[in-house]
Each structure stands twice: as structure tokens, then as C-alpha cells.
């Protein structure tokens, strides 16, 4: 399995970045996948989430209503669209599949990508 992720910059703060995830070597279509960051100094935290169908998705409250997660399994591909970004969205971005989608969390899934860096200026 590998998952590359690309789309991470610099930008200003209210600015916009959209971060991609392709998938390949795995059914990509059978997974629920999530987006995880990690700001120097603090723990990994699991940022959004979306089923296997793109039906149901999760956010952290601190980015609720600012970042839309989607997937296309056409392209195997997931997506994670951040508006009006903040100084505290900086951080390595990464791609997680395989895990656990329920009602209430997704559990960590087994793959990761190597992850891509997102500051945000004030």
C-alpha cells in the first residue's frame, strides 16, 4: 500500500490549500481513510475522516466548517479542502487508510503516507 500525499504550502492566514491523497495497491474503494496533523511539540490528532462511500464523514471540532474531506474512488483519491486557514492549522498533514469507521470515531488504520507540510502565516 502506498499513499502520497501533495497540495501542502505556505499561504496567509484566511487563505485556502486543498491536500490530495493517491492511493495505490489496495482496494481503495473498500477503505475509510482520514486525514491526521501533527504541529512540532504535540501529538498526531486525527483531523477528518470519511467512509468507505463517501456518504459519512467526521471533523475535529477546530476544523468543523472550515475543512470539507471528500474522496473520488474513481481516481483513488481523497481530498481535504481547508478554508480560512489559521496560524494553529500549521502542521504535517497526513494520510491514514484502513481504519475503523463508525458512527462515533474512526479508528487508526494500518497505512500512512509520509505526510505534508502545511504553514499558515499570520
Known amino acids: 500500500v502506498q499513499l502520497v500525499e501533495s497540495g501542502g504550502g505556505l499561504v496567509q492566514a484566511g487563505g485556502s490549500l486543498r491536500l490530495s491523497c493517491a492511493a495505490s495497491g489496495m482496494t481503495f474503494s473498500l477503505n475509510a481513510m482520514g486525514w491526521y496533523r501533527q504541529a512540532p511539540g504535540k501529538q498526531r490528532e486525527l483531523v477528518a475522516a470519511?467512509?468507505?462511500?463517501?456518504?459519512?464523514?467526521k471533523y475535529a471540532d477546530s476544523v468543523k466548517d472550515r475543512f470539507t474531506i471528500s474522496r473520488d474512488n474513481a481516481k483513488k483519491t481523497m481530498y481535504l479542502q481547508m478554508n480560512s486557514l489559521e496560524p494553529e492549522d500549521t502542521a504535517v498533514y497526513y494520510c491514514?487508510?484502513?481504519?475503523?469507521?463508525?458512527?462515533?470515531?474512526?479508528?487508526?488504520?494500518?497505512?500512512w503516507g509520509q505526510g505534508t507540510q502545511v504553514t499558515v502565516s499570520s
Open positions: 491514514n487508510a484502513g481504519g475503523l469507521y463508525t458512527s462515533t470515531y474512526y479508528g487508526t488504520g494500518l497505512y
Open positions: 470519511i467512509a468507505s462511500g463517501g456518504g459519512r464523514k
